[in-house]
Structures are given as structure tokens and as C-alpha cells.
């Protein structure tokens, strides 16, 4: 079966900000910053999109639009393992590309296309949910996969993307389509919570997602659906633990740092809240908190620092893991993890670029490949991944654009979807008129 890695990540499951009209001006400066060595953080940044920008292009097929789960880091990858959340950043990536004139605009529409159009016409779906991992060539369910909730609201995450910002009637209507016909209520089984998963052989999983994780974007699709909703109260049902790490409080189900950050790829929770958080100065405690907690490791891993820490679920020696903290997770062996720090740069802008500088400047030798940086290497054993995993390359592309444009935010959150579910789940403005 090919849906360990979630199922994995489910067994955890259990800061001052900037005002929205002041934060852009702020990344606008720090953005030049510039190196000893000349490089400035915004020619950085546009050096790790493009690189993600190349996998995403290479690395799908070019009939069906999927995109590999992982790839070689150095390309030339044959794999035909197409993971469904991978082709959504994908679809968002072809955004980011054409407003940045990456390649020929036709090209990308195209691209755009055709995916959707296989989505629509051709791929299996269940309920209009898809399989987590699907053959490449003709999206064939792969090797016992599941039926994904969450991967398919990533998928649909980027495929509401691209209706918002191609100006294309065919793109409009059938990216409509692909998120009208998924019926979210099949996925409650009965419960005021979404289950994990489903397959053919075994129903529904038992397991379900009723505690804080990346979840939120998985619920808000589904309470702001036009077609088949579920209701408000199921945002409530989720659990929200409170977690508590020195002298960050915020809420977090014990998990890898990546259930803060992929949300906020697309959805913009800055300068709002609900009953219970504002979710974008939260996952700002969990990244500082995540942050201190590498620090903390030092006595054990001397090669943390202050310009090199980040551990989310990613490639270990021993395979994929998912591992982190706080509180710890998993066997955590001074492995860094690029995407960590990338997912976390509209959060936590100055420490995540640092970073970023200093793993191109004094790693990039090893751990800089075709497709920007490895997805996680060790620098006190010596080991360097050979791969790169689709889904930590497009959160470190869409939150890097977020940082410097707040684009896929801005495109994404035209979505009047998006809007609807947020107005329902009681979401409001911090800043009231008295």
C-alpha cells in the first residue's frame, strides 16, 4: 500500500505580526539585503522558483499534466509514480511562471490545458475525490493507493488557482467543474469529521481528520462548495489543542512544521480570525517555536544554528519520515530539511531567508541540483538525498512568491469559494469599526 506516508504523519494527530498594510513593505526591504558576495535575497528566491518552476515542468507528464511524487534531484527521473497534491502546486507553479515570464505564456496555458482537461475527462475519481498517487501516463490508481481527501483539496487548491488568474473560458469551466463535482458530505461516513481516506478493498479509514493539522484548507473547500457543502459545525468539530514550547503558546496536534505551513499557500488568514485563532500569527508562533527547538538540539547536532535549522517530514537515510517537533517527532538525527525554512518565509522572513543563504553558500556544492536543493541532506554524517519530493518543492516555490508578492494569496483568495467558507466559519477583520 501507497498511503503510509499519510497515515505516518496522522499518528502525531492526537510572536508579534506586521498589519497586513505594513508587511509587504517590510519583505520589500528586507528583500535587498544584499551578500558580501552580491547575491541579494530576491535574486535567491528567484533562483530556488525557477529551479522548483523545472520540476514541475520536467517532472509532469506532458499529456496528462500529473506530476511525479519525487524525481531525481539531477533529473533524467523514469519513476511513473504521479502524486495527485504534487500536480496542485503544480498548477499554482504554472501561474507563478507565467506572470514571471519563466517560459512562452502559450506554452504554459496549454500545459494548463491539458491537465485540467485529463482531471475532467479522463482520470478516475470517486465521489470527484482522487487517488493520492496515480500512473503518470494515464492516471491509473498506483500500486493500492488511497482515495485522498486532503491531496485532492491540494489538487484543488491549485486548480482553483488557475481559474482565478488564465483569462480562458475552457480553463474556467472545466476547473469549475473538477471542484463542483466532489461530494464532500460521502467523505464524512456518517460523522461530523472528514475521514483520512478511502480504498476499494476496506471503506473507509478508520482514522479521521479531527484535530488542528493542515486539515484547514481541506475543510474550508468543502464548507464553501457551491455544489455539495458540508456544514459550518464541522469546523468546530475539530479539535484544537493548545501546545505549549517554552514561551510560544499556539495551537498544534503534535506534528511536522509543513500542517502550518501549507494552508497558507494559498489561503490568507493574515489580519482575520475565528472563535477560536488567527491562524497566520499562530503558525508564526509554531515556526518560531519549531525554530527555538532546533536550536535546542545543538548540544546533540552541534551543526544547528541560528542560518541552519529546519526538520519537517521529509527523505531520511532510512526513508521518508516524518519527524520534527516540538515536542520531538521521530527519529531526528541533525538532518536539515531546505523546505522547512522555504515554507516558513512568509512567517518568519529574515531568520527563514538566512537560511536559505547559507545553505546555497556554504552547501550548494552538494545539495544544489537541477531542481534548486535536495530534500533534506545531513551535514555532520555527509549525507546528501539523490531526490527531491514534489510536495516540499511546491511549498517552497508557492511561499516564497507569497513572501515577495503575496501573488498566489491574492489570486487564490478571488476565489468568491474560498470567501464564503471563510464568512461562514466566522472568520473576521481583527480591526472592527467601534
Not at 496515480?134 to 483539496?153: K, Q, V, Y
Not at 499562530?282 to 542560518?307: D, M
Not at 549525507?383 to 489570486?411: H, K, P, Y
Request: net charge neutral.
Amino acid at each position: 500500500m501507497h498511503w503510509t506516508r499519510r497515515e505516518l504523519l496522522r499518528t502525531f494527530a492526537g510572536a508579534a505580526v506586521l498589519s497586513v498594510a505594513r508587511k509587504g513593505f517590510a519583505w520589500n526591504l528586507l528583500l535587498r539585503h544584499e551578500d558580501r558576495d552580491g547575491t541579494s535575497d530576491a535574486r535567491l528566491l528567484d533562483e530556488l522558483q525557477r529551479a522548483s518552476f523545472d520540476f514541475f515542468w520536467n517532472e509532469a507528464d506532458p499529456k496528462t499534466g500529473l506530476v511525479r511524487d519525487r524525481a531525481n534531484a539531477g533529473g533524467g527521473d523514469t519513476r511513473r509514480m504521479g502524486s495527485i497534491a504534487a500536480t496542485g502546486f503544480g498548477l499554482a507553479a504554472m501561474c507563478i511562471a507565467h506572470r514571471r515570464k519563466y517560459m512562452p505564456g502559450d506554452e504554459i496555458v496549454e500545459r494548463v490545458r491539458r491537465t485540467l482537461r485529463f482531471l475532467a475527462y479522463e482520470s478516475p475519481h470517486i465521489h470527484g475525490f482522487f487517488y493520492h498517487y496515480a500512473d503518470l501516463r494515464n492516471g491509473a490508481r498506483f500500486a493500492g493507493s488511497e482515495i485522498s481527501p486532503i491531496d485532492t483539496a491540494i489538487l484543488l487548491c491549485g486548480v482553483l488557482t488557475c481559474r482565478e488568474y488564465f483569462q480562458d473560458a475552457e480553463i474556467q469551466k472545466v476547473a469549475a467543474l473538477i471542484y463542483e463535482r466532489v461530494e464532500w458530505p460521502w467523505a464524512l461516513n456518517g460523522g461530523n469529521t472528514l475521514a483520512l481516506s478511502w480504498t476499494p478493498e476496506l471503506g473507509f479509514n478508520p482514522l479521521r481528520w479531527d484535530s488542528f493539522s493542515e486539515c484547514t484548507m481541506l475543510y474550508l473547500l468543502a464548507i464553501g462548495s457551491p455544489t455539495h457543502p458540508i456544514s459550518p459545525l464541522c469546523w468546530r468539530a475539530v479539535e484544537r489543542p493548545w501546545l505549549v514550547y517554552q514561551q510560544y503558546r499556539y495551537i498544534s496536534s503534535p506534528a511536522p512544521i509543513f500542517v502550518h505551513q501549507f494552508p497558507h499557500a494559498w489561503f490568507d488568514f493574515r489580519n482575520r480570525r475565528d472563535e477560536f485563532t488567527n491562524y497566520f500569527e499562530n503558525s508564526v508562533a509554531a515556526v518560531r517555536a519549531h525554530r527555538q527547538f532546533c536550536l535546542n538540539l545543538k548540544p546533540q547536532f552541534h551543526s544547528y544554528s541560528e542560518n541552519l535549522w529546519g526538520i519537517t517530514a521529509s527523505d531520511s537515510c532510512n526513508g521518508y519520515v516524518a519527524w520534527g517537533g516540538p515536542p520531538l517527532q521521530g527519529p531526528v538525527d541533525g538532518t536539515v530539511v531546505p523546505a522547512a525554512a522555504a515554507g516558513s518565509l512568509p512567517f518568519l522572513f529574515r531568520e527563514s531567508v538566512a537560511v536559505l543563504r547559507n545553505l546555497r553558500q556554504q552547501y550548494g556544492n552538494q545539495i544544489w541540483k537541477r531542481y534548486g536543493f535536495v530534500d533534506a541532506f545531513n551535514p555532520l554524517t555527509g549525507w546528501v538525498d539523490n531526490d527531491v519530493v514534489g510536495i516540499d518543492v511546491g511549498i517552497s516555490l508557492l511561499m516564497a512568491e507569497n513572501a515577495r508578492s503575496q501573488f498566489v494569496w491574492n489570486t487564490f483568495m478571488q476565489n468568491s469559494e474560498a470567501q464564503v467558507a471563510m464568512q461562514k466559519c466566522g472568520f473576521h477583520s481583527r480591526f472592527k469599526l467601534l
